[in-house]
């Protein structure tokens, strides 16, 4: 059973950093991509960041491109989401994921990332 364990969400206020850890039970290779979701506070969950586990090519959605940046280091099986100039807007819980070689998806239990104005 792959699991995925998210940490590093927390309280921060605006403007500041946070950084966000994903650890698998396997190899990242076990996987066509790893990414970052969110589910802001009744609203439903979007795709944030995603990386290629193989070349390492991220892609973002546009509301976080130049603040957040998604990185892999496969040694570690960690997956990585630094998140500079945070916004009251990128408060949400953020979810792990992990798409399969069937493209089927695998998710973390998620951690809270709250940020005041």
């Known amino acids: 059973q792959v699991q995925l364990v998210e940490s590093g969400g927390g309280l921060v206020q605006a403007g500041g950093s946070l950084r966000l850890s994903c650890v698998a039970s396997?190899?990242?290779?076990?996987?066509?991509?790893m990414g970052w979701y969110r589910q802001p506070p009744g609203k439903q969950r979007e795709l944030v960041a995603v990386?290629?586990?193989?070349?390492?090519?991220?892609n973002y959605v546009d509301s976080v491109k130049d603040r957040f940046t998604i990185s892999r280091d496969n040694a570690k099986n960690t997956v990585y989401l630094q998140m500079n100039g945070l916004k009251p807007e990128d408060t949400a819980v953020y979810y792990c994921?992990?798409?399969?070689?069937?493209?089927?998806?695998?998710w973390g239990q998620g951690t809270q990332v709250t940020v005041s104005s």
């Open positions: 994921n992990a798409k399969t070689m069937t493209w089927r998806d695998r």
């Open positions: 990386i290629t586990t193989t070349d390492g090519t991220p």
């Open positions: 396997v190899s990242l290779y076990s996987f066509n991509t």
